[in-house]
């Protein structure tokens, strides 16, 4: 049940200990009825949100298992996941680092024919350059010093599955000479063999590197990026997941709370503001990484700011409506006006009001006014 709190004569401090206590938000009167009701609404949402994650994990593990998402972009991004996974096609994902790139690749095995087949993973950063070509190709006995026995490498393991290159803009360039000939011909022969070994496999690769800007340096061959390229799948970066920093907060909270055996409330107000503010440059990966620490360090029933490594802050997070609204207008009319080099008439007209409404606006919101043309 999520509770809001509705309270008069700025009653402020018992509203936040009943925040503090488990309530999902509170309404301060006078009462509006169009901002209780979108109040009610988010907490229904939120309710609706976390019902189907239960539903989810009661019906066992789906092959979008482990992406949690309410943003649009990460949405179209698993509808894209859907359509692409029971292709045959080579498939590029591209994404910042601790994005969730493995976790795509997984699905897409999962959803393809090749499912009770291998997922075999490499990643190209990891292992140094004169290992690499052993651990894809394979070697025959006496290969070289310490090739005690025939080994088959990742690609041949793979035959049948699916086998995840990740980081492939730090394969070598001499090795992406090889890659492209087994992409082009499916053949393979181990290091110190004769005999070629045909192998069916499909390919899906990763990297957080621009890859064009890699080939124009010339680290990169282009016939080979067209070759793994067929279709290409962005991960968005936690930052521009709207509504899901949050989200997976609370995922990752539930997760390690259960596997570790305690018990939390939740995260404290400041908590949240803290984590839907910080813009998380190490991504999903990072979160995870705070709020497992926050679950083994934490002393209180609830997740503190301190808890996740944020420093202190003393200031309470603006929980008011209407400076929401105000701070979405006044980015509004800046970019508008910027698009139309400041004139009022044509910014106006595509705000859809009348030039005095504009300057009531600008006025209203303490902007400099524009220069009247």
């Known amino acids: 049940t999520k509770v809001i709190v509705v309270t008069g004569n700025d009653e402020r401090d018992n509203a936040l200990r009943a925040i503090s206590l488990g309530a999902y938000d ?7 009825p169009e901002i209780l009701g979108l109040i009610v609404d988010r907490a229904y949402n ?18 979008l298992d482990g992406i949690v998402s309410s943003s649009n972009k990460m949405l179209e991004t698993c509808r894209l996941v859907e359509k692409v996974g029971p292709a045959e096609a080579t498939t590029l994902i591209l994404g910042e680092s601790g994005t969730g790139k493995e976790l795509i690749a997984r699905a897409l095995h999962k959803l393809s024919p090749r499912n009770p087949m291998p997922f075999v993973a490499l990643n190209c950063a990891a292992i140094p350059e004169n290992l690499l070509e052993s651990e894809l190709f394979g070697y025959e006995k006496g290969a070289f010093t310490g090739a005690v026995r025939q080994t088959p490498g990742k690609i041949e393991t793979a035959n049948g599955g699916t086998l995840f290159l990740d980081e492939i803009g730090d394969m070598p360039m001499p090795l992406q000479a090889k890659m492209l000939r087994f992409l082009q011909e499916r053949v393979i022969e181990r290091l110190g063999g004769r005999n070629p070994i045909e192998v069916d496999v499909r390919i899906i690769c990763a990297t957080h590197r621009n890859l064009d800007t890699l080939i124009q340096q010339g680290g990169f061959r282009q016939d080979l990026y067209f070759r793994v390229s067929e279709i290409v799948i962005e991960v968005p970066p936690l930052r521009e997941r709207e509504g899901d920093k949050l989200l997976l907060a609370q995922h990752f909270l539930n997760s390690f709370s259960y596997k570790n055996r305690r018990s939390f409330r939740g995260f404290t107000e400041q ?16 979160l995870k990484n705070k709020v497992k620490r926050a679950v083994v360090l934490a002393e ?17 997070p603006s929980l008011s409506l209407r400076e929401a609204r105000e701070n979405a207008e006044r980015e509004v009319i800046e970019r508008t006006l910027n698009v139309y080099d400041n004139n009022v008439s044509h910014a106006a007209a595509a705000l859809g009001i009348s030039r005095p409404s504009l300057y009531s606006l600008v006025k209203k919101l ?5 220069g009247k043309q």
């Open 300 to 316: 209180g029933n609830r997740i503190t700011s301190t808890d996740l490594g944020f420093a202190e802050n003393n200031e309470q």
């Open 271 to 286: 908590a949240r503001a803290d984590i839907d503010a910080y813009p998380w440059p190490g991504n999903v990966r990072e």
């Open 46 to 63: 939120l309710y609706e949100l976390e019902e189907e994650n239960r539903r989810l994990a009661r019906d066992g593990a789906s092959p």
């Open 366 to 370: 303490g902007m400099p006014e524009p």
């Open 26 to 32: 509170f309404y301060q009167k006078p009462v509006e």
